[in-house]
């Protein structure tokens, strides 16, 4: 049995979360504003944070539509440089990711990040060889190569303007391709590409963040945008670009817990196999993200998230999420 | 277009952009110019303006109560408001917290001088106040002449730095450093 699959969508593509805390002390000062993920760190300090996601992806979607059972899609095959359009149906993924996040603030304005996801995760039901309309029965297991380190990305972060009320965070950095994009399944041919813990492509990434502290240290309303510029990697398959949009406000309830509300937009754009257009990628999606921040020392934070579908576009069909959980631990030192 | 092209290209982009966001980040320096122009409530209730203050010197200390190193330097600020009575005020300005949290402030640490609630935040903008505890000396003519930061502040440094930026300028020192600074 052929073990291919094509999610169509990859886990740290779906649910990336903008985290906020702030005030943070130190023997001799305290600092208005810190973040962990998305913002920077003071100057001489580590921020490190470790994140567990989950996405449960079994709602199928034709467009933007609900789509009835369960949707076939493509598969490309590397060994013989095709794609093989609706070869195989999906009925559901759940990822698991755990990424590790360590932030130096070089200076007061600026801060090197790097992201390590260090295990992405994905369990899958399908059947395979659905071409023609019988469809044998089977599984796809992790054994297939949907287990590993991911991608590690290293970002230089920039205050462009920093005061009390006010921030602006420029970015921009580069994706390595430093995880597995050519894990073989139990037949020994290449797995999916969208399905592997790595891209193989080297991919700039350029960020802005502004956040805006309405009252100092209890409301701030935040937005972000993000771009991440992909090239082919070696088995001439390239990933669309993806473009994020996040807004929000975080509000503290009293000094230990913050609300964070927030929407994220994901745009994807359709991935390209020997300059053909991929069937089943590409999608859009916005999700409204009520989350959870509490400071339980000076310098640790938790953080939760749950991340809910408003709208979600695919192109053709395809599975997408029904809901995310995020939680992480945020340790400055 | 090749597989290098492509790289090269989008790498470009990156680069311009950042490179277009990091040349924005410049201030003008706030120490030796004229101090922002404030009106904000106390505590128990009356509004302060920085114009009611003019002719005196001032020391301006922005605070909140989670602070540690702000609170462990209020005791020295009570000490140097009351040795100062009559010569230079001192002013605590709380960064965005609750009245009635620095009213119980006031309460437990018997501070006697005006605490103003910087409700907003706003004024601390204008001071680019980005780390608790901060410390501005104005002086009489409403000019700042100096800006401590971090916790730290003793009774005495205080009232040197009042004496220093009481003390008029002598002009033929001023006249000489300028030409040492004038010196290629």
């Not at chain 1, 932030?103 to 260090?118: A, C, D, H, K, Q």
């Not at chain 2, 009213?103 to 409700?119: A, C, G, N, R, W």
């Not at chain 2, 220093?164 to 600074?181: D, G, W």
Request: with cysteine; proline share 5%.
């Amino acid at each position: 049995m052929k073990n291919f699959i094509k999610t169509g969508v990859l886990v740290f593509l779906v649910m990336n979360i903008s985290v906020w805390a702030e005030a943070s002390c130190g023997s001799s000062n305290c600092t208005l504003i810190r973040g962990s993920q998305s913002g920077i760190a003071n100057e001489g300090r580590f921020v490190v944070d470790l994140s567990y996601r989950y996405i449960r992806q079994d709602n199928a979607k034709q467009g933007n539509n609900s789509f009835d059972g369960a949707p076939d899609v493509a598969k490309v095959e590397f060994e013989n440089g095709v794609i093989e359009p609706a070869h195989h149906r999906e009925f559901k993924t759940i990822n698991e990711l755990a990424q590790l996040d360590i932030s130096y603030g070089v200076t007061e304005r600026l801060t090197i990040s790097v992201n390590i996801p260090f295990l992405n995760d994905r369990k899958h039901e399908h059947i395979d060889g659905c071409a023609g309309g019988s469809c044998a029965a089977g599984t796809f297991s992790n054994q297939d190569g949907t287990n590993g380190f991911g991608d590690i990305t290293v970002m230089g972060k920039y205050a462009v303007i920093h005061t009390t009320k006010h921030l602006l965070i420029a970015g921009a950095g580069v994706k390595f391709a430093s995880g597995e994009y050519k894990l073989r399944n139990s037949e020994g041919d290449i797995n999916e590409p969208t399905i592997m813990p790595g891209t193989g492509s080297t991919d700039a990434v350029i960020s802005a963040l502004y956040n805006f502290s309405l009252i100092p240290n209890r409301l701030s309303l935040f937005a972000g945008a993000s771009h991440r510029f992909t090239t082919e990697n070696p088995l001439d398959y390239e990933f669309g670009d993806t473009t994020r949009i996040d807004g929000g406000a975080s509000y503290a309830l009293n000094d230990r817990i913050s609300l964070v509300g927030q929407i994220n937009t994901r745009i994807s754009r359709r991935d390209e196999y020997l300059g053909m257009r991929v069937p089943n990628t590409g999608m859009t999606f916005i999700n409204a993200t009520p989350g959870l921040v509490v400071t339980a020392s000076e310098n640790v934070s938790l953080y939760s998230h749950v991340q809910l579908p408003v709208y979600q576009r695919v192109n053709e069909v395809n599975l997408v999420p029904s809901f995310g959980v995020m939680a992480g631990i945020s340790y400055g030192f | 277009m090749d597989f290098k092209r492509r790289v090269k290209r989008r790498f470009l982009i990156a680069f311009v952009w950042s490179g277009f966001l990091f040349g924005m980040a410049a201030s003008p320096p706030l120490v030796g110019g004229p101090a922002p122009h404030f009106a904000l409530e106390t505590a128990d209730g009356p509004k302060v303006r920085l114009a009611d203050l003019k002719g005196q010197s001032i020391v301006l200390n922005f605070w909140a109560t989670w602070c540690a190193p702000c609170t462990l330097e209020m005791p020295e600020l009570q000490k140097a408001h009351q040795a100062l009575k009559g010569k230079a005020a001192v002013i605590g300005i709380n960064l965005a917290e609750s009245r009635d949290r620095v009213k119980e402030f006031v309460h437990l640490h018997h501070v006697s001088f005006p605490l103003l609630l910087d409700t907003y935040g706003n004024v601390a903008q204008d001071y680019e106040v980005l780390h608790l505890p901060v410390t501005y000396f104005i002086s009489p003519d409403g000019i700042i002449r100096d800006k401590v930061f971090g916790g730290g502040l003793t009774q005495k440094m205080i009232e040197d730095r009042i004496r220093q930026i009481e003390t008029p300028p002598n002009p033929a020192a001023a006249e000489a450093l300028n030409k040492l600074k004038a010196r290629p």
